[in-house]
């Protein structure tokens, strides 16, 4: 599965262009997940080549930065990768369950 697409990559935000806008105001433009753990990323801004800034939902719930090489490499049991949610719709931040 490709991560990113091009409709994608086309309308997230470049890493720091949301700065004036509140964490829970912000909008996420897709989301990526593990089957095998209970991770979740959440893009926010992407630099259009590698780095993203985004939420991370995992041993805790925080803001970072996280690459794509770094989802793609990913493997769990039986060679899972890591998969984009293909009807995630664009959300503000606060509308995350338990964000």
């Not at 801004?45 to 090489?69: L, P």
Request: hydrophobic share 35%; net charge negative; charged share 30%.
């Amino acid at each position: 599965m490709k991560l990113l697409t091009k409709d994608i990559i086309n309308k997230v935000p470049k890493l720091y262009e949301t700065e004036h806008l509140e964490l829970e105001d912000k909008i996420i433009h897709a989301k990526f997940f593990t089957h095998w753990s209970n991770w979740t990323w959440y893009l926010i801004e992407f630099d259009g080549e590698d780095r993203c800034f985004g939420f991370v939902k995992g041993h805790e719930a925080e803001f970072g930065y996280f690459t794509m090489s770094e989802l793609s490499s990913l493997e769990g049991p039986f060679g899972l990768k890591v998969e984009r949610d293909k009807y995630f719709t664009p959300t503000r931040v606060c509308d995350i369950p338990s964000w």
